[in-house]
């Protein structure tokens, strides 16, 4: 048996400025909308442009700003430019860390935040 992870699921407030986010800072786009009124949620699925990666937004009706507590660390999305893609991210407001690495004297990721506060690493592609 071979296992893939299908895809990653978040909860957001403001579908509109997720679905946003996610468009203008990685170039994602949606795949697909599932939308489930009786259920009172929403689902976007969003995806690279080589699909190799989903996002799962989840939309909860009439729910306020989500706890993210200490248990999410982060997702991360590999970038083929780390140097410009940070640059990037800086020049379009979003907030940013420092370009940082775990090896002494090598930068290798960053992280940005969504609007709903989640943390992503961007590291450098292999």
Do not use: C
Request: no cysteine; charged share 35%; hydrophobic share 30%.
């Amino acid at each position: 048996m071979n296992y893939k992870i299908a895809h990653m699921m978040i909860r957001v407030e403001d579908p509109e400025k997720s679905l946003d986010f996610y468009e203008k800072a990685f170039g994602m786009h949606l795949t697909r909308k599932k939308e489930k009124p009786e259920g009172k949620f929403d689902l976007y699925y969003l995806s690279d442009p080589d699909e190799t990666i989903e996002l799962e937004l989840t939309h909860n009706y009439g729910h306020g700003p989500y706890e993210l507590g200490d248990g999410y660390g982060h997702m991360a999305i590999a970038v083929d430019d780390l140097e410009g893609s940070w640059q990037k991210h800086k020049d379009m407001g979003y907030e940013v860390t420092n370009l940082s690495g775990l090896d002494k004297g090598v930068k290798s990721y960053y992280f940005i935040k969504d609007p709903d506060g989640y943390k992503i690493e961007v590291i450098r592609a292999k």
